[in-house]
């Protein structure tokens, strides 16, 4: 976990050193022809300071980490702080918490500047609720970034209802929910813990909360998703959850793939092209694809370093039904066979197969309902019957969909 840890850190070293070559001159070009829209170079910036952030804990576990840590922050404050962040800091005050990101954590890890901090205040000035209309998880952030760096006064708002409201409170669409959802609800614990720094009370019952990430990750690994997978599975050290066998599945789908490539590999990321490409460029096409992926497990991996956060050495075998990961995986053997999930499921001894089996489910029940195949559904249920997997939210969600489709006459 700690070797982890210190690729995330090197790998952040790399692109923040550089970080020139995706400055704003640059980024339009380099961004689309690598698919990646919007300022790379803001994103950069602000989520290797938060990198930082989520590794401070640890530092004592490893002395490199701190070193490699001190190293990227030298080098970040520059960019964290150039004439366009203050600009846009002075030009966009109802923004400046956003524009100031990194500015605010190097500041909190001891690398403050007075100057910037001036500037800040007089933009907060206009007041703490100043600026666009925010969703419950984006203003979870903001009072986040309020407690990073105390300037200004704090957003008005009780982070209970507002937990309440974003995805992290409510119930998610497990059938139907998109990326961005899952994105708001993985956002919503990280905001709401401070990266796992305390503990997150006036929320859901943590079985329903464990019971939606899974079925989360059932949509991440579908998809071969490994940014969103991580930043799901972060939900389990940062709530101080205990690691469920689907979490401890996926997780080890994603060492295999870091372990693979030397980086977890983004959405972006094109194997042939990579494999084409040598030197400087290959390196260059790797950080602009995965970066954030790589990141991504740097912090899940960060995260799961505190006591008793660290998810167990293998997939727990167990399960209600023996026999449930076969059963459904016959189901499921005919699509989709590049999901990343395969061939480590059918790597698992049957009874870790049955432990799995929630996954599988939510996986088959998602693909039929945006099929629009009710038979399926249909099948999913009764093999979710025959092993007693009905408590989840999917065959909860599915069987209330078949009750709609009665009333249609489907």
Not at 352 to 377: H, K, N, Y
């Amino acid at each position: 976990m700690i070797r982890r840890v210190l690729n995330a850190l090197n790998i952040g070293r790399q692109v923040v050193g550089g970080i020139s070559d995706t400055a704003p001159t640059n980024t339009e070009t380099d961004t689309k022809a690598e698919g990646i829209k919007g300022s790379l170079w803001e994103k950069i910036v602000s989520e290797t300071a938060m990198l930082l952030l989520c590794v401070e804990p640890i530092r004592g576990l490893d002395e490199r980490i701190g070193e490699q840590a001190a190293i990227i922050a030298n080098v970040l404050a520059k960019h964290a702080r150039n004439t366009d962040v203050r600009a846009a800091i002075c030009l966009d005050p109802g923004l400046a918490r956003d524009h100031a990101v990194a500015h605010a954590i190097l500041s909190r890890l001891g690398f403050p500047d007075p100057d910037v901090d001036a500037l800040f205040s007089k933009s907060l000035a206009m007041g703490p609720n100043f600026g666009p209309e925010r969703l419950p998880h984006r203003r979870l952030e903001q009072t986040w970034l309020s407690r990073v760096w105390n300037i200004g006064e704090p957003p008005s708002c009780d982070e209970s209802p507002l937990l309440a409201e974003s995805m992290l409170g409510r119930p998610l669409d497990v059938l139907g929910c998109t990326r961005f959802d899952i994105y708001a609800f993985t956002h919503a614990a990280m905001y709401a813990s401070d990266l796992g720094s305390h503990q997150v009370a006036g929320i859901r019952q943590q079985t329903d909360i464990v019971a939606d990430a899974e079925a989360a990750l059932a949509y991440s690994l579908d998809s071969n998703d490994f940014d969103l997978t991580a930043e799901v599975l972060m939900t389990w050290p940062m709530l101080r959850l205990t690691w469920s066998p689907v979490a401890r599945f996926a997780f080890g789908i994603l060492a295999q793939e870091e372990e693979r490539l030397g980086f977890l590999p983004g959405l972006a990321f094109d194997p042939a092209r990579y494999q084409a490409l040598r030197g400087q460029e290959r390196s260059r096409f790797a950080h602009l694809t995965s970066y954030h992926a790589s990141y991504t497990m740097g912090f899940l991996c960060a995260a799961a370093l505190r006591d008793g956060c660290t998810p167990p050495s293998a997939v727990p075998a167990g399960g209600r039904s023996c026999g449930a990961g076969a059963a459904l995986l016959r189901l499921l053997a005919t699509e989709n066979p590049t999901s990343c999930w395969r061939a480590p499921f059918r790597a698992l001894v049957p009874r870790q197969q049955d432990s799995v089996a929630p996954l599988l489910l939510t996986v088959l029940l998602r693909r039929a309902r945006t099929q629009g195949d009710i038979r399926l559904v249909r099948q999913a249920l009764e093999a979710a019957l025959a092993h007693d997997l009905v408590d989840g939210p999917a065959p909860r969600q599915a069987a209330a969909l078949l009750h709609r489709c009665q009333a249609l006459g489907l």
